[in-house]
């Protein structure tokens, strides 16, 4: 008999940072993309903390989303990176996350301020294209098909007045078409309409796939499913259908809290540099998913 529901669930990941990510590298992240993949592989590594560790059960999947805002930032402060050392605010960095705690979270604030502002004050094309280039070669090499699903993202860090408007952007495909384009920034754009146009692009030039994924809307204050887009104008049907068309699933869960509270209740986070179990249905892993429906509960709207 024929049916059209999923009969097969893979297990995964699909938030995970490393020490590209300047959230997680900052705070003692020294783990990279590859180490990423290799434990969930269930292969044994060694942690931050210096002790080895080792999944009982490997996951089916594992999407890696560094921050694209200043990405390889912490590297760089770590490895005394000339480039960076050669700028007025990329000394100013360096020299207060080497200078102890105060100093670092000063450092901290700032480039949390830049995000929040839209000022990105530290531009390296050359270096960010190459650390971009160089993770998508490290998500092919892991990547075994019918095995272990290696896939490229990063996380879009919006937050406009504060509100939590992130997204975790997937891409299906391997590193000769994820190649042609680069993460999208909040230093771009802040706008999660421009981020769906940045996806429409990248399928109709490349000939993949791609989805974002809204991350953290338990911090947003009702903004991540407002009744108003970002410029303030009412939702209506044709907004409501592109956001699923790009947004078919939601980050429920994660080590940072849930994603299901109430108005007003759910707020408290805790801090982490790694996030997220999410759940894919298996022709997602080779197709993109045109059918899944969401229905989603806050500050009494419901989208479907």
């Given at each position: 008999?024929?049916?059209?529901?999923?009969?097969?669930?893979?297990?995964?990941?699909?938030?995970?940072?490393?020490?590209?990510?300047?959230?997680?590298?900052l705070i003692g992240t020294t783990?990279?993309?590859?180490?990423?993949?290799?434990?969930?592989?269930?292969?044994?590594?060694?942690?931050?903390?210096?002790?080895?560790?080792?999944?009982?059960?490997?996951?089916?999947?594992?999407?890696?989303?560094?921050?694209?805002?200043?990405?390889?930032?912490?590297?760089?402060?770590?490895?005394?990176?000339?480039?960076?050392?050669?700028?007025?605010?990329?000394?100013?960095?360096?020299?207060?996350?080497?200078?102890?705690?105060?100093?670092?979270?000063?450092?901290?604030?700032?480039?949390?301020?830049?995000?929040?502002?839209?000022?990105?004050?530290?531009?390296?094309?050359?270096?960010?294209?190459?650390?971009?280039?160089?993770?998508?070669?490290?998500?092919?090499?892991?990547?075994?098909?019918?095995?272990?699903?290696?896939?490229?993202?990063?996380?879009?860090?919006?937050?406009?007045?504060?509100?939590?408007?992130?997204?975790?952007?997937?891409?299906?495909?391997?590193?000769?078409?994820?190649?042609?384009?680069?993460?999208?920034?909040?230093?771009?754009?802040?706008?999660p309409e421009d981020l769906w146009?940045?996806?429409?692009?990248?399928?109709?030039?490349?000939?993949?796939?791609?989805?974002?994924?809204?991350?953290?809307?338990?911090?947003?204050?009702?903004?991540?499913?407002?009744?108003?887009?970002?410029?303030?104008?009412?939702?209506?049907?044709?907004?409501?259908?592109?956001?699923?068309?790009?947004?078919?699933?939601?980050?429920?869960?994660?080590?940072?809290?849930?994603?299901?509270?109430?108005?007003?209740?759910?707020?408290?986070?805790?801090?982490?540099?790694?996030?997220?179990?999410?759940?894919?249905?298996?022709?997602?892993?080779?197709?993109?998913?045109?059918?899944?429906?969401?229905?989603?509960?806050?500050?009494?709207?419901?989208?479907?």
């Amino acid at each position: 008999m024929g049916r059209s529901y999923p009969d097969q669930v893979f297990f995964g990941d699909t938030h995970l940072h490393t020490k590209l990510s300047p959230d997680a590298g900052l705070i003692g992240t020294t783990l990279s993309a590859a180490d990423a993949f290799r434990f969930a592989r269930g292969e044994k590594v060694i942690s931050n903390a210096g002790q080895p560790v080792q999944l009982i059960r490997p996951l089916d999947f594992l999407v890696i989303t560094d921050h694209a805002e200043y990405a390889g930032l912490a590297p760089m402060i770590r490895d005394s990176d000339p480039a960076l050392l050669a700028t007025d605010y990329g000394r100013f960095l360096y020299e207060k996350f080497k200078s102890g705690p105060e100093g670092a979270m000063e450092a901290f604030g700032a480039i949390l301020q830049d995000a929040a502002t839209q000022n990105e004050r530290l531009v390296f094309p050359e270096k960010a294209r190459s650390i971009w280039e160089d993770f998508l070669a490290t998500s092919d090499e892991f990547n075994q098909p019918g095995t272990f699903t290696a896939f490229s993202g990063f996380e879009w860090t919006s937050g406009p007045n504060g509100n939590n408007q992130h997204r975790i952007v997937m891409f299906r495909d391997s590193a000769d078409r994820v190649s042609q384009v680069m993460p999208l920034k909040v230093f771009d754009t802040e706008d999660p309409e421009d981020l769906w146009q940045y996806l429409s692009n990248y399928e109709e030039m490349t000939g993949g796939n791609a989805i974002a994924i809204p991350h953290n809307g338990n911090i947003s204050n009702g903004t991540m499913f407002a009744k108003t887009n970002f410029k303030g104008k009412k939702i209506n049907k044709e907004y409501a259908e592109e956001r699923m068309r790009w947004e078919p699933i939601i980050e429920v869960t994660a080590t940072q809290g849930r994603r299901r509270s109430a108005s007003g209740a759910g707020r408290r986070r805790t801090s982490s540099a790694t996030s997220g179990l999410g759940f894919l249905e298996p022709r997602w892993v080779r197709a993109q998913n045109d059918d899944l429906l969401i229905r989603i509960r806050a500050s009494g709207l419901k989208l479907a």
